[in-house]
């Protein structure tokens, strides 16, 4: 590990000791520090911090500069963000957890020093992520047009549910009339998913999961199915406006938009350490086998 990418989307004042932290283990062992520029930006305008580094705000940089590594400092929505910029980039990310839950951002505060020393020494692996691609017409988000975490459709304006028309592999499946529809990746299904009663899936478990938000008809239940599907929807209301997201990126559509939705043709690659068990990170983050009553 040579060059490494700080990314970020927002710290308070009282995390800013971790950052510190990291910085500093990073330059005692002389690896090269670059900044996520707008980040960079963020500290140098609102704390004592130093401008001087180097910066990259696009992926072509990001492969320019040959970073080996990024180390996403925040929670799992900065990961989100971060595998924005990493794209097809093939490089890995790290997540430091300065946020609550952390499915993805596995590194506790108080443990940046070890992370680092363990990720120096080999001690790590790399755990491949699927995505999940949104093709629309109009074009919606660009280039951006994937999520690691969720697509969402959901009503915007009106109080009254939406229809979602879903076609499997060119073949009609349903008719969502809902609040709203996500389609999870096995990443995104311990989210936004999970809370509207979805499955939790296993990473690498070659899957996308459809979860109807609030559902009119109680047979309504989430699905899984394979994630070499492509799904096609259409979306129609009592109003023509509806919210469209990817992860943490959202724009408002009407129902001549056509969504179809595919997996990406790359995957985002997770840093874990020897000893990391899935399992074991439902059971510390959910509470799993712990009863107050007994």
């Known amino acids: 590990m040579k060059r490494v990418l700080i990314y970020g989307n927002y710290i ?17 062992n002389d690896i090269e520090i670059f900044f996520y520029g707008k980040f960079l930006k963020l500290l140098v305008e609102n704390f004592d911090f130093s401008d001087d ?34 794209k097809d980039s093939n490089v890995p990310i790290l997540g430091i957890n300065l946020g609550r839950l952390g499915f993805l951002a596995i590194v506790e505060k108080n443990k940046i020093n070890d992370a680092i020393d363990s990720l120096l020494s080999g001690n790590y692996k790399i755990q491949k992520r699927s995505l999940i691609k949104l093709i629309s017409e109009p074009q919606v988000f660009g280039d951006e047009n994937f999520a690691l975490n969720d697509f969402t459709v959901h009503k915007s304006e009106a109080p009254s549910v939406i229809a979602v028309h879903t076609y499997l592999d060119g ?11 996500i389609v999870s990746t096995p990443t995104g299904s ?33 699905l899984v199915i394979p994630d070499d599907s492509e799904l096609s929807l259409e979306i129609e209301g009592r109003t023509d406006s509806f919210l469209c997201t990817l992860d943490s990126r959202y724009s408002k559509i009407s129902s001549n938009y056509k969504l179809i939705l595919k997996k990406a043709d790359f995957l985002i690659n997770i840093i874990v350490f020897e000893g990391y068990d899935f399992t074991k990170n439902l059971q510390n983050k959910l509470n799993w086998g712990n009863d107050k009553r007994n």
């Not at 308070?12 to 005692?28: F, R, T």
Request: with cysteine; net charge positive; glycine share 10%.
């Open 12 to 28: 308070k004042s009282s995390h800013l000791q971790y950052l510190n932290i990291l910085a500093e283990k990073l330059k005692k």
């Open 53 to 86: 580094y180097e910066y990259i705000s696009e992926t072509k940089e990001l492969k320019s500069k040959k970073i080996d590594t990024v180390l996403s400092i925040g929670g799992d929505g900065t990961i989100l963000n971060s595998a924005v910029l990493v």
């Open 171 to 181: 073949k009609y499946l349903n008719t969502y009339w809902a609040d709203g529809l």
């Open 190 to 222: 311990t989210g936004y998913s999970l809370s509207c009663g979805g499955p939790i899936v296993f990473p690498g478990s070659g899957n996308f999961i459809i979860t109807p938000v609030a559902p009119h008809n109680l047979t309504m239940r989430p």
